[in-house]
């Protein structure tokens, strides 16, 4: 099909598999290239399939693109499709998206750059170690915790006597009311969601907080907002019995 219709024609005809293109700029110049390519067409003795044809269109839709005079931007409808995609809950669900995305990258300035964490994440979860500890009974564990301006990260550890172990990592996006918080509110609420995400580990345990920003350590003199001493004040209400109590704030990086 290509070297029937296309040979000496590339400039007003093109075909693809079975898609046959035809694309001028004067509205006579179309009727006389279209006319030319049914008259190939027929001495050939090829037919159209009538309700699959399309003629006169100043804007079509190719292959997930929308295509004009002015020039080829994404279908409206896949990217609707891509917006309502649900979030990935699986590698391969993320993998899929990504590659949804990918379809587009011609049109996204830095796409590798962007698409990058998501091929971190992916190298993570298929390379070892992928390993979990069960906390031993009567040591304590230790939260270490970190907040930058957009994530708050946290680890679950025990120092046992076969070494340090680790029970757990904790990673979540900030909300968007906490990114305006202060430095040390960040630190403080990252502390209160870890505990509350964790709880169930630490219940029962005495827990050591760890953090890199030393202000908390000194937390109860601090003069901070109610907001911030709710989110503190929260783990240490926990000091009941031998219920999840931290024991000492240490200013460690994790």
Do not use: W
């Not at 990673?171 to 960040?186: A, C």
């Not at 202000?215 to 999840?244: D, H, I, M, Q, W």
Request: aromatic share 12%.
């Amino acid at each position: 099909m290509n070297n029937l219709l296309v040979n000496n024609r590339q400039h007003y005809c093109l075909v693809y598999l079975h898609d046959i293109i035809i694309f001028s700029k004067p509205f006579d110049d179309h009727i006389k290239y279209l006319d030319e390519i049914l008259l190939v067409l027929c001495s050939h003795h090829f037919q159209l399939n009538t309700p699959k044809c399309s003629f006169v269109h100043q804007q079509m839709d190719y292959l997930a693109h929308t295509i004009d005079k002015d020039g080829i931007c994404p279908s409206n409808c896949k990217i609707q499709a891509i917006l309502d995609m649900q979030e990935p809950t699986t590698l391969a669900k993320a993998n899929k998206f990504i590659g949804s995305l990918g379809y587009y990258r011609k049109f996204i300035s830095n796409f590798a750059r962007l698409a990058a964490p998501v091929h971190r994440l992916k190298e993570a979860i298929t390379h070892p170690p992928l390993f979990l500890q069960f906390a031993l009974p009567d040591l304590p564990l230790t939260l270490s915790t970190d907040a930058s301006a957009v994530v708050m990260d946290a680890v679950l550890k025990q120092q046992t006597p076969n070494g340090l172990q680790t029970l757990y990592y904790f990673s979540q996006v900030l909300p968007e009311p906490q990114k305006r918080y202060s430095t040390i509110q960040k630190e403080a609420y990252t502390i209160q969601q870890a505990f509350t995400k964790l709880y169930p580990y630490l219940y029962n345990y005495e827990v050591i907080i760890e953090t890199d920003h030393c202000p908390l350590c000194n937390f109860y003199s601090c003069v901070e907002t109610k907001t911030f001493c709710r989110y503190l004040n929260f783990c240490c209400k926990k000091n009941r019995g031998k219920e999840a109590v931290p024991k000492k704030f240490s200013a460690e990086k994790i």
